[in-house]
Nanobody, 126 residues
Framework: QVQLAESGGGLVEVGGSLRLSCDAS????????MAWFRQAPGKEREGVAA????????AYSRSVKGRFTISIDAYKNTIHLQMDSLKPEDTAVYYC???????????????????WGQGTQVTVSS
């Protein structure tokens, strides 16, 4: 399985921005689906954003739609999550995930993914 490594998390004030990156360690991303999930203490891991291998299809959770943008840089084998207008409820550990099935289906469900990074902490302070 490809190794996934997240970076870019940190402490930010309400209304600020962060850009997360996920390094796929040389993987091409062709025909896969990539996603960002997050998990806050005491809560279930939830799908935040997903993108098809071509970048032609994206999906966002209701809570982040309009504020977050997911993208793929195939040349660098990296996916990004641009997070704007951050809120305290965005505080969580953010995880990168990969689905190698070749299907773009149920892309914000945890069970669709079998490869995960170690996570990066995002803290939004008021």
């Amino acid at each position: 399985q490809v190794q996934l490594a997240e970076s870019g998390g940190g402490l930010v004030e309400v209304g600020g921005s962060l850009r997360l990156s996920c390094d796929a360690s040389g993987h091409t991303f062709r025909k896969n689906t990539m996603a960002w999930f997050r998990q806050a203490p005491g809560k279930e891991r939830e799908g935040v954003a997903a993108i098809s291998w071509s970048g032609g299809s994206t999906a966002y959770s209701r809570s982040v739609k309009g504020r977050f943008t997911i993208s793929i840089d195939a040349y660098k084998n990296t996916i990004h999550l641009q997070m704007d207008s951050l809120k305290p409820e965005d505080t969580a550990v953010y995880y990168c995930a990969e689905d190698r099935s070749g299907r773009y289906y149920r892309v914000l469900e945890r069970s669709s993914y079998d490869s995960w990074g170690q996570g990066t902490q995002v803290t939004v302070s008021s």
